[in-house]
Nanobody
Framework: QVQLVESGGGLVQPGGSLRLSCAAS????????MGWYRQAPGKQRELVAD???????NYGDSLKGRFTISSDNAKSTVYLQMNSLKPEDTAVYYC?????????????WGQGTQVTVSS
């Protein structure tokens, strides 16, 4: 069984910062990639950023520069530092884990953490 524990969401004023964390545990042999997606009301889920076990990062359109993804492989944890937050960043943020076990690939999603940017 695999668990993803997300933390760090909340309410922040425009221009503020938040740091999200997602820790993976359980029967995970090889982590390939971890990342963050978000879904705002009435919109499709979109990529925020992801990072491979080798440290290669990928960002959604126009987010690089304000958002920074990082990881601690020893802790199987991924972080998302969000700066200069805007009201349009309001969404539920989901952690995604892509890993291998016994030559099979798996994808797991966290339950999501709410980020609200409002004055």
């Amino acid at each position: 069984q695999v668990q993803l524990v997300e933390s760090g969401g909340g309410l922040v004023q425009p221009g503020g910062s938040l740091r999200l964390s997602c820790a993976a545990s359980g029967s995970i042999s090889i982590i390939v990639k971890m990342g963050w997606y978000r879904q705002a009301p009435g919109k499709q889920r979109e990529l925020v950023a992801d990072i491979t076990s080798g440290g290669i990062t990928n960002y959604g359109d126009s987010l690089k520069g304000r958002f920074t993804i990082s990881s601690d492989n020893a802790k199987s944890t991924v972080y998302l530092q969000m700066n200069s937050l805007k009201p349009e960043d309001t969404a539920v943020y989901y952690c995604r884990l892509h890993f291998m076990r016994l030559s099979l690939a798996y994808n797991y999603w966290g339950q999501g953490t709410q980020v609200t940017v409002s004055s």
